[in-house]
């Protein structure tokens, strides 16, 4: 058990749609990422929050938004679903927010149909 | 962008024998992970390396951070069957925000 915890851990929708979501990092940590992890493309960077404020922005859509709150629990809002939004979502959190040594939760996998 | 390439992209191993994967990058890189993903979890810090020619063992595992900084391998001695998972490489430049850049990671099977 890593300490980050992510739901929902399975979501079904459909095209078009919004869904949320969400991750409560490990106690102390102040920073939490999003992976996208999909068959093809492998893990993917999304976004980084670090105390509340975005630190590092990857690859992620204008379709998409994230924030951290001050609990320090992060969401990530993915709108207009497309079918190749279909993936696995990891959150991860560390305490410091340069590190690369990442906790993973346990993922939230998407399926837009 | 950058790239990390890992190969081989799987692999099936034999209870006892020792095994090895590495990752190559076009550009360098100020830090190395490896992490080891399991079915239905996400992925878990193996080795971080920190320091160009840097080798480092955690148990039967050892890593080592290439002296160019554009590559990295990990070796698994002894292998038993626990050690089944995808095994990712990242790379990290800078120290301003996160960005790690992950490989396409090795998938370790048994050998049936």
């Known amino acids: 058990d890593s300490g980050v915890t992510q739901t929902p851990k399975h979501l079904i929708t459909a095209t078009g749609q919004r869904v949320t979501l969400r991750c409560s990092p490990r106690s102390g940590d102040l920073s939490v990422y999003w992976y996208q992890q999909s068959l093809d493309q492998g893990l993917q960077f999304l976004i980084q929050?670090?105390?509340?404020?975005?630190?590092a922005k990857g690859n992620i859509l204008e379709r998409f938004s994230a924030q951290q709150f001050p609990d320090l629990h992060s969401e990530l809002n993915l709108s207009s679903l497309e079918l190749g939004d279909s993936a696995l979502y990891f959150c991860?959190?560390?305490?410091?927010?340069?590190?690369?040594?990442?906790?993973f939760g346990e993922g939230s996998r998407l399926t837009v149909l | 962008g950058q790239q990390l390439n890992q190969s081989p992209q799987s692999m099936f191993i034999q209870e006892g024998e020792d095994v090895s994967m590495n990752c190559t990058s076009s550009s360098i890189f100020n830090t190395w992970l490896w992490y080891k993903q399991e079915p239905g979890e996400g992925p878990v810090l193996l080795i971080a390396l920190y320091k160009a020619g840097e080798l480092t063992s955690n148990g039967r595992l050892t890593a080592q951070f290439g002296i160019t900084r554009k590559d990295s391998f990990l070796n698994i001695s002894a292998s038993i069957p626990s050690d089944v998972g995808i095994y990712f490489c990242?790379?990290?430049?800078?120290?301003?925000?996160?960005?790690?850049?992950f490989g396409g990671g090795t998938r370790v099977l048994v050998k049936p």
């Open positions: 991860a959190s560390s305490v410091r927010g340069s590190t690369g040594e990442l906790f």
């Open positions: 929050y670090y105390n509340g404020e975005e630190r």
């Open positions: 990242a790379g990290q430049l800078g120290t301003a925000g996160n960005k790690l850049t």
